[in-house]
């Protein structure tokens, strides 16, 4: 048997991490700005986070939700407490497209509705429900209709005010759009958006899946526009490479048995990650981190001639190109030995652990001006 080709991957194989650091079976050193679609949050094999995966791996790794798991209450009053949302309920899940999943079926159950409003260059995920209401056609099959969900403008307050109505069952959108190419959600477009959905009786959906948990500077970065989403999604940072996601679900939900389900969510491995991952987050004050390191590199990618533009918040950061981006991703790769992602043809993508410090932060800055600069002058 052989894999099924879908991803187009680079000849480089890591086999060992540390920090923001990778090494590949060959030994060479690479420095992490990507940590695996921003999933490595509070960097490689972190001690506190391997000792308590350890720990729980010698005591019980799994069993179903029909029995108690504390390690569940603990992570949804941590997330909670160091979140801000004290008030809100936790359904823990696999994923970010589960998260979603389970977000859009809530809001239905909700209010009986069905109509869903997405916006331009959304990604949410590829399974149904999530797909359908991810702007992007060639992953969209026949089978997940999208008949209802009526995609906008990103960031237009007035396409919103004209498009919304009593159908409409949600509205989901990014705080921070991550494969549609670092795009913020406008402080005036989101508090628009939780006014209409107050007015209309629609559920407001905040995917936080990329752009949560501390990665913008604050914990989620719709935080920024001082609202409260009905329903909030979030995973990759979550677990720091252990497969885990959650919706932060408003009081106004009720729970019923049956509901919602999952045979892997919340499992005891996974509670371990999160709960380690919110340990460390807090302790080492990564949130503040993020901020003041991700501004530190946002202000000097903006004194670097022949960037077009730079975006983003705290440690989530595009730099757009007026030409393709992928010649200086590969030299940064390949020459520089710098990880980095790509968001669409001329954005470079960074998503670094949250324990990112300023001197690996000059070391990017630095290899990268120089392949700019070099490209340049040989055009």
Sequence with gaps: MKLFDVYPIYNIEPVRAQGSYVWDNEATKYLDLYGGHAVISIGHAHPHYVEKLTE???????????????MQEELAEKLGALSGYQDYALFLCNSGA?????????????????KVIAFSKAFHGRT???????????IVAPINSTDHVQFLPFNDVAALEQAMNEEVCAVIVEGIQGVGGV?????????????????YGAVLILDSVQCGYGRSGKFFSHQYAGIHPDLITT?????????????????????SYGLLGTTFGGNHLACAAGIAVLDVIKEEN???????????IMNQLKTISNIKEVRGRGLMIGIEFEGSADPIRKELL???????????????????????????????????????????IMK
């Design 98 to 114: 589960e998260a979603n999943e389970n977000a859009l079926k809530l809001a239905s159950f909700h209010n009986g509705r069905k």
């Design 56 to 70: 729980q791996l010698n005591k019980i790794g799994f069993y179903s939700n029909s029995v108690r798991i504390s």
């Design 235 to 255: 995973a990759k940072g979550m677990g720091n490479g252990f497969p885990i996601g959650g919706v932060l679900i408003h009081p106004k939900f009720k729970a």
């Design 128 to 138: 149904a429900g999530a797909v359908a209401v991810t702007d992007n056609k060639s």
């Design 286 to 296: 990564l949130v503040e981190n993020a901020a003041k390191v991700g501004d530190y």
């Design 334 to 376: 390949f020459d520089h030995h710098i990880f980095t992602g790509a968001s669409g043809k001329n954005t470079i993508r960074l998503l670094p652990s949250l324990a990112l410090q300023r001197k690996d932060a000059d070391h990017f800055l630095e290899n990268l001006e120089k392949i700019i600069t070099k490209n340049y």
């Design 183 to 199: 795009n913020v959600s406008s402080e005036d477009f989101l508090q628009k958006a939780r006014q209409l959905c107050d007015k």
